[in-house]
């Protein structure tokens, strides 16, 4: 895989994430959701919750 088509594929991935919360999750410093949780969002294996039901 070339170099270009490396950072091309990661920047289309890094796109999919939208939020602050979601790159804080990625981070590991966001409290109510881990990056095990992102993964599982972004893969599709989880729902994401409604803002207002992940702060509490």
Not at 18 to 34: H, I, M, Q, R, W
Not at 35 to 47: I, M, V, Y
């Amino acid at each position: 895989m070339s170099r270009g088509l490396i950072v091309t594929v990661f920047l289309e991935k890094l796109r999919s994430i939208s939020k602050g919360t979601d790159v804080a999750a990625l981070l590991g410093l966001n409290p109510y959701k881990t990056p095990l949780d992102l993964w599982e969002e972004k893969t599709g294996k989880r729902e994401s919750a409604p803002a207002s039901e992940a702060a509490h």
